[in-house]
């Protein structure tokens, strides 16, 4: 075995035993001198060996460390994904919260990990959400490994060592960020437009009867008054168009629509039309995002 891939297996092995936090990097720098960050959230380690991210609705937050403060990047409620175009620098990556399958926000009991990401470099952060014992659950903890690794030729060819490491799809570009990091939040010049970066439900999801909540999640801070409520359409299969009231969490870059009655068992499909916002700079989305997911 590889001298790297020795102490990989090392890390891997104490993360497992002792649930520590660990950092592993190389120093080759290749390619451009971006970098970027893979999240991947498992809901046990028995998921983690089988390579089967989930569940959805845990609440990721990256951000970083600018003049001494902690400014959000990007947030998702995906169980993995990958932001690149990252400026060498401090960042953490927290873990705050869980949506329930009602939509209700459950805090987590867990420490903001933090790491170094240097130019050239691509960070991997293995989290996994304890489901054994009972009263992990009930505390919600976020047990955290940080993997990192030199890109080569931009997130192709990567030199990946044992012990395997998920599936190389899993190492595509998601998203890229929108925020100049340099310059603060949010940059002046932005023509960049605001993506939806992960919503609640997921598609094809089942939720139990009752009032609905549903949100967007984005890939940056949007204009406090820009949204449009009209351009928040919620149907059901059988009932038609289902009333809701629309608002904006500025806290966390939400879009978030609750029903105003309950909901029965039926197929329901949600769509944020494109115009419905816009970001800081005035930037609009794009494209409209739909999904569909049973009440059941």
């Known amino acids: 075995m590889r001298p790297f891939a020795a102490r990989l297996l090392a890390l891997f092995l104490a993360f497992q035993l002792s649930g520590c936090f660990s950092v592993q990097t190389q120093s080759q720098k290749r390619g451009r001198p971006e970098a970027g960050v893979t999240v991947i959230i498992f809901a046990d380690d028995a998921a983690r060996r089988r390579g089967e991210p989930g569940p959805p609705g845990v609440l990721s937050e990256l951000e970083y460390k600018d003049q001494g403060r902690w ?3 990007f947030r998702s409620l995906e169980p993995r994904w990958t932001l690149a175009g990252l400026a060498p620098g401090r960042y953490r990556l927290r873990f705050p919260a869980r949506l329930d399958e009602h939509g209700k926000i459950v805090p987590l009991s867990e420490k903001p990990k933090k790491f170094t990401l240097q130019a050239g470099e691509m960070v991997q952060v293995q989290a996994v959400l304890e ?3 009972v009263a992990l659950v009930v505390a919600g903890v976020v047990v955290v490994a940080v993997v990192a690794v030199a890109l080569s030729k931009w997130f192709k060819d ?33 023509r960049v437009a605001p993506v939806v970066t992960s919503h609640f439900p997921a598609a094809g999801a089942h939720v139990p009867p009752g009032p609905l909540k549903l949100i967007w999640v984005f890939s940056e801070p949007l204009a406090p008054t820009s949204l449009d409520p009209k351009k928040v359409r919620v149907l059901g299969e059988r009932s038609g168009l289902i009333a809701g009231i629309a608002s904006y969490d500025a806290n966390r870059w939400w879009v978030v629509w609750e029903s105003t009655a309950p909901v029965s068992r039926e197929k329901v499909y949600a769509t944020l039309d494109a115009g419905a916002v816009e970001d800081a700079s005035g930037n609009e989305l794009e494209k409209a995002v739909s999904f569909s997911f049973w009440v059941r």
């Open 71 to 73: 400014q959000p990047v």
């Open 131 to 133: 489901h054994l014992p």
């Open 158 to 190: 990567v030199d990946l060592p044992e012990p395997p490491l998920p599936p190389p799809q899993l190492w595509d570009v998601a998203f890229h960020v929108t925020l100049n990091l340099a310059a603060g939040w949010p940059e002046a010049s932005d």
